[in-house]
């Protein structure tokens, strides 16, 4: 699928909903053959990372990476490294509150 199919709106439910879907990061991968979604997509995952930084939840927990298909070795390195980025960060902050009250 061409990564500027893919809606803000996902992440924008995923991860401020976290605290409900369980959500601590978004990793949005995948490639597009044409500039045009790449392009849309980057400055879509702009916006989106200040977003989640006014919010307080941090936008170094969104995370953009063009992967193409054949490249399975760069997908598991990346999620491998999101991962453990995330894990340095902890819980998402919004989780932190839920569990205070």
Do not use: W
């Amino acid at each position: 699928m061409c990564s500027g199919r893919v809606s803000p709106h996902f992440i924008m439910e995923g991860i401020p909903e976290g605290r409900r879907r369980g959500a601590d990061r978004c990793l949005s991968s995948g490639e597009c053959h044409y500039s045009k979604g790449n392009y849309l997509t980057a400055k879509r995952v702009a916006v989106l990372k200040e977003m989640l930084a006014f919010m307080g939840i941090g936008g170094e927990r969104l995370r953009l990476e063009y992967i193409a298909t054949s490249e399975s070795g760069k997908l598991s390195q990346v999620f491998t490294s999101f991962t453990e980025h995330v894990r340095g960060l902890g819980p998402s902050p919004l989780k932190r509150e839920a569990a205070r009250g």
